[in-house]
């Protein structure tokens, strides 16, 4: 990760046949485009490569997550529960339907922990939203079996995680509906982009209208079309499917790439008897976009990445440190600054995160260092960062 490190000559072609037409949208304009359907196309590749009945493609992940949500009848006052360790778009595509997130520790998978998700269960909850995050997954089995005793769903976001696999299947085909990015850092790139995947067909029909101001794409005359629901613009262009079309052929190579990297990295460090690596669930595999390690504690998790910065090792992160991804640092959702009136019910909600403490999640990532593992480095230079690296975090401890 990310695919744009190999953007080339494929994804050159496949952008020339949208730009030979000129059709960039992804409906109708069936006599100017000359039989290309890039969209459509990228849709059926993901079925396969994802092992989905059903796949909707949308304009980013964050719309994707919303639209997973809506499509299945997620809205105003349903409380959906997310991990503390997550991106930012899990509580923004939540808020955006009125629905309420409660936030929830995760464990040493650095996925949403099956128990404290049970003990935050009411009766306005709805979804448990699993964030696949750094490459690898939460306890899938664990978390599947409080849905079914609670009669929720399960949805998962794996926006970090094509590639992965859970119980020989794909991650984001484990729950009732999966979301994914294609935005331009994540291991399959469209520039912009995502997708909604799930093997029930009537949220595929809610996603595919809900994502297209809902259109009920019968027919081929779009003016025809009638609207059986409400829905918005979440669509992507033909432009941006194209370049995802010719990156997603490319996924088992970079997954290639990605474990060769992962694992010299990982082999070096492991001989420092003082680190530990994220647990990662029996049956799962990691798609090794990320490595990620705990230190002993947050003083030498500090001292690693400062150490990392001084020696010229970029692309790892503290996320205990940093604002985009853990809950220490998202004071607006604390805060709840909107620059819109919202419900007293949802302030009341995020009032309760102002002095709320996360110690499990504290402990955990507070010892965390997720590396990015880059497609561009080269045998040399991924020896040379081993070395490194391993300088850097004994001199930490
Ligand atoms: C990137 C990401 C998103 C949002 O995707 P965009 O395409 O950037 O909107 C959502 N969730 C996770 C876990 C992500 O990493």
């Not at 964050?62 to 529960?81: F, K, P």
């Not at 085909?173 to 067909?201: M, Y």
């Not at 490319?250 to 082999?267: C, G, I, M, N, W």
Request: proline fraction near 3%; charge should be negative.
């Amino acid at each position: 990760m990310p695919g744009f490190e190999r953007f080339g000559d494929l994804e050159r072609e496949e952008l020339k046949d949208v730009l030979d037409n000129g059709v960039l949208m992804r409906y109708g304009f069936e006599g100017m485009r000359n039989g290309h359907w890039k969209a459509k196309t990228l849709e059926m590749e993901l079925k396969n490569t994802l092992e989905s009945n059903y796949v909707q493609l949308v304009s980013n992940g964050t719309s994707a997550v919303s639209v997973a949500l809506a499509s299945a009848g997620v809205g105003a006052g349903d409380e959906v529960i997310m991990p503390t360790f997550t991106f930012v778009a899990s509580f923004e595509a939540i808020l955006m339907l009125g629905a309420i997130p409660v936030l929830v520790d995760i464990d040493d998978t650095l996925g949403l922990d099956a128990k404290a998700v049970e003990d935050a269960i009411t009766s306005k909850t709805k979804v448990v939203m699993a964030v696949q995050m750094c490459g690898s997954m939460a306890n899938m089995n664990a978390l599947q079996a409080v849905c079914s005793k609670h009669n929720l769903l399960l949805i998962e976001d794996a926006c970090q995680a094509i590639g992965g696999r859970y119980n020989s299947k794909p991650l984001g085909s484990i729950g009732d509906l999966g979301c994914f990015s294609f935005d331009f850092v994540k291991t399959i790139t469209c520039g912009e982009g995502g997708a909604v995947i799930t093997n029930n067909k009537d949220y595929y029909i809610n996603a595919d209208g809900f994502s297209d101001h809902g259109h009920d794409h019968f027919g081929n005359d779009r003016g025809a079309e009638s609207h059986p629901f409400l829905g918005y613009n979440f669509r992507i262009s033909e432009l941006h499917a194209a370049v995802g079309l010719a990156q997603i052929k490319r996924l088992p190579e970079f997954l290639a790439v990605q474990k060769k990297s992962y694992t010299v990295l990982r082999d070096a460090i492991s001989k420092i008897p003082e680190v530990t690596f994220r647990t990662v669930p029996d049956g799962g595999e990691e798609s090794y976009a990320f490595l990620n390690f705990f230190l002993p504690n947050l003083d030498s998790a500090r001292k690693t990445i400062d150490n990392f910065k001084e020696n010229g090792i970029d692309a790892c992160w503290h996320y205990y440190d940093n604002n985009w991804h853990y809950v220490r640092k998202w004071d607006h959702l604390k805060e709840a600054k909107s620059l819109f009136p919202i419900s007293q019910e949802i302030k009341d909600a995020l009032n309760i995160l102002s002095d709320k403490t996360f110690t499990q999640s504290d402990h955990y990532i507070g010892r965390n260092i997720s590396c990015l593992i880059k497609l561009s480095w080269t045998t040399e230079e991924v020896k040379a960062r081993a070395f490194k690296m391993v300088q850097s975090i004994k001199a930490s401890i």
